[in-house]
């Protein structure tokens, strides 16, 4: 939100634009909001998915500003269809280089028991092609264009403008600054009721708080998207290519005692795709 925030700031430089990131849920995120600002709002934007975990609460939104707009919240898995969370006694599990997003394959090689070298193998175009991941894209452009159909904006436009970008995401729900900047000069049109020339190069204006993790769009799937892809993973200043990311994956996993507890995915994970990963190997 913080990319979208500073958007704004510049679209509607003759408006005070301030930013709250919540840390309650339901009814207290109102009163979070409230007793921070201690004022009424013209307007309080606010991502879909937050208004729909509010329940009851969310109709006390109306309390804070004259009006509530609601925003698609941008998550596009089809450049990384092997991201997942995982979950161990209500901790969420972390990669070898110390982030919440993990592989689905690598976790699962590594819960069956696999060595790191067989680990390695399953990343190529075969196995991607059996669990389905270069099937993703219909799926995620036609969830994310549903979100902006709810909230009453432009999916077609947004989706025309990031694509030049290339790959627009750095992980599953991490856009490119490039992409926010592109739905803040939305919410700004429909903020001041008039609409704004794109200004040229906004992205570069503003701070992209999502730039310190960078999963890669593996080289297979890339190809299918007409992309350049990569083996290299980076969160903040750690790098590490495939062989090192399972190597450092394997060793976290090993101290964590992944294995004794088996961790709950999001998304989940079926068995079967665990069997055709295995499959692979034996």
Same mark, same amino acid.
């Given at each position: 939100?913080?990319?979208?925030?500073?958007?704004?700031?510049?679209?509607?430089?003759?408006?005070?634009?301030?930013?709250?990131?919540?840390?309650?849920?339901?009814?207290?995120?109102?009163?979070?909001?409230?007793?921070?600002?201690?004022?009424?709002?013209?307007?309080?934007?606010?991502?879909?998915?937050?208004?729909?975990?509010?329940?009851?609460?969310?109709?006390?939104?109306?309390?804070?500003?004259?009006?509530?707009?609601?925003?698609?919240?941008?998550?596009?898995?089809?450049?990384?269809?092997?991201?997942?969370?995982?979950?161990?006694?209500?901790?969420?599990?972390?990669?070898?280089?110390?982030?919440?997003?993990?592989?689905?394959?690598?976790?699962?090689?590594?819960?069956?028991?696999?060595?790191?070298?067989?680990?390695?193998?399953?990343?190529?175009?075969?196995?991607?092609?059996?669990?389905?991941?270069?099937?993703?894209?219909?799926?995620?452009?036609?969830?994310? +264009?549903?979100?902006?159909?709810?909230?009453?904006?432009? =999916?077609? !436009? #947004?989706?025309?403008?990031?694509? /030049? *970008?290339?790959?627009?995401?750095?992980?599953?729900?991490?856009?490119?600054?490039?992409?926010?900047?592109?739905?803040?000069?939305?919410?700004?049109?429909?903020?001041?009721?008039?609409?704004?020339?794109?200004?040229?190069?906004?992205?570069?204006?503003?701070?992209?708080?999502?730039?310190?993790?960078?999963?890669?769009?593996?080289?297979?799937?890339?190809?299918?998207?007409?992309?350049?892809?990569?083996?290299?993973?980076?969160?903040?200043?750690?790098? +590490?290519?495939?062989?090192?990311?399972?190597?450092?994956? =394997?060793? !976290? #996993?090993?101290?964590?005692?992944? /294995? *004794?507890?088996?961790?709950?995915?999001?998304?989940?994970?079926?068995?079967?795709?665990?069997?055709?990963?295995?499959?692979?190997?034996?």
């Amino acid at each position: 939100m913080g990319g979208i925030a500073d958007s704004l700031k510049i679209l509607n430089a003759d408006s005070c634009v301030k930013l709250h990131v919540a840390n309650g849920s339901g009814a207290s995120v109102i009163d979070e909001v409230r007793s921070k600002f201690n004022c009424k709002f013209d307007m309080v934007v606010v991502h879909e998915p937050i208004v729909a975990s509010l329940g009851n609460a969310a109709e006390r939104l109306g309390d804070l500003a004259v009006q509530v707009m609601q925003i698609p919240t941008i998550t596009f898995a089809a450049f990384h269809p092997d991201i997942v969370y995982a979950f161990q006694e209500n901790r969420i599990v972390k990669s070898g280089l110390n982030s919440d997003w993990n592989s689905r394959i690598l976790m699962i090689a590594y819960l069956e028991g696999l060595g790191q070298s067989e680990a390695v193998s399953l990343f190529r175009a075969d196995v991607f092609d059996s669990v389905g991941y270069f099937d993703s894209w219909s799926d995620s452009a036609t969830d994310l +264009a549903e979100s902006f159909s709810r909230c009453d904006f432009d =999916f077609s !436009r #947004w989706m025309r403008a990031v694509q /030049r *970008s290339g790959v627009f995401m750095y992980g599953v729900n991490h856009p490119v600054q490039f992409a926010l900047t592109e739905l803040a000069i939305q919410i700004s049109e429909k903020m001041a009721d008039r609409t704004h020339e794109q200004m040229f190069e906004l992205h570069k204006l503003t701070k992209d708080y999502l730039a310190h993790i960078v999963w890669p769009v593996y080289p297979e799937i890339a190809n299918r998207l007409g992309l350049q892809g990569s083996y290299h993973w980076r969160v903040d200043n750690e790098y +590490a290519n495939l062989p090192q990311f399972v190597e450092k994956c =394997f060793r !976290r #996993w090993d101290e964590s005692g992944l /294995r *004794s507890l088996q961790p709950t995915f999001v998304p989940s994970v079926s068995q079967e795709t665990r069997a055709k990963l295995i499959r692979f190997v034996k």
